[in-house]
Structures are given as structure tokens and as C-alpha cells.
């Protein structure tokens, strides 16, 4: 199963709520599908011309490596070489928290999500509200 167009606008709304609510930079926020194919986009006014490359690397490198950006980050600050050569096998992606899986109720990739705008912290947060308002689940 993978995520829809109407979750993934879901997720988007509820996520850029999250981010004003808690006083967040302006957000750019892709959903994908298990694929790693995009299912929606969408970016705030405000947000810098190179967004959707960052929040679409974070939401790709965690649906293609099968573990949220956050792991991913960690895993360079270890053993950097491995991380860049994700990028020649994976493709695009950013090793940095903001990427998160959405799983089924079996744990079962179902899409990803990625956003940047504010601090990594911050857009991990954004992404894991806009999961749980669409009644889904963030992989933890």
C-alpha cells in the first residue's frame, strides 16, 4: 500500500500547522511514495529555491535506505564514505533528520516524508505531526 494524494495533503496541511504553530521558518514539504516517487509538494512562502531538492533528498534517502535521515546523519558521522556512496547507489539524499518513513500497520513502507526549512530537529518534528494528522505512522 502506499501513501495518497489525499494523505499526502493531509500530512502537508498538518505539517505546515505544526510549523506555525511552534513559530517555525517558512517549510517546503514532499510526501513520497514507496517508490520513492513524489506524491505531493508543496512550499511556503518564503522558503529558498532549493528546498524541494533538500526535503525531497531527506524523504528519498530514508524511503531508499529503509530508515529515517536522522539514522542516516548518524551513520556519517561514523562512517562518512558510506553515507557519500549512498548517494551513487540510492540516489539523491540528505543525511539529516527531516526524512521520515510512514509505515503500515504491519511496518510496511508505505511512503516517506521529507521537509526543510527550519532546524533538522524541527522539520523531523513537522513531519512526524503531519503523519499522525493523517492518521498514519511515523516509523520510529
Known amino acids: ?13 498538518s ?11 517558512a517549510l517546503a ?7 520513492g516517487h ?4 508543496e512550499k511556503e512562502d518564503g522558503t ?11 524523504a528519498h534517502g530514508a524511503i531508499s535506505f529503509g530508515t529515517n535521515s536522522r539514522f542516516i546523519e548518524k551513520i556519517g558521522e561514523q562512517r562518512p564514505s558510506f553515507v557519500a556512496g549512498l548517494v ?12 521520515v ?17 527550519d532546524s533538522s530537529d524541527n522539520d523531523e518534528a513537522a513531519a512526524i ?5 493523517a492518521g498514519l505512522t511515523a516509523k520510529q
Do not use: W, Y
Not at 514539504?29 to 517508490?35: E, M
Open 15 to 25: 505539517a505546515f500547522a505544526h510549523g506555525h504553530e511552534a513559530g517555525f521558518n
Open 48 to 58: 529558498a529555491n532549493g528546498r524541494f531538492d533538500i526535503a525531497r533528498g531527506k
Open 29 to 35: 514539504v514532499a510526501v513520497l511514495d514507496s517508490g
Open 101 to 117: 518513513i510512514i509505515v503500515d500497520g504491519d511496518g510496511a513502507p508505505m511512503g516517506s516524508v521529507g521537509i526543510s526549512g
Open 38 to 41: 513524489v506524491v505531493a509538494f
Open 88 to 99: 551513487s547507489v540510492c540516489g539523491p539524499l540528505v543525511p539529516a533528520a527531516g526524512g
Open 1 to 13: 500500500m502506499n501513501v495518497n494524494i489525499d494523505q499526502a495533503r493531509t500530512i502537508i496541511a
Open 129 to 133: 505531526a503531519g503523519i499522525n494528522a
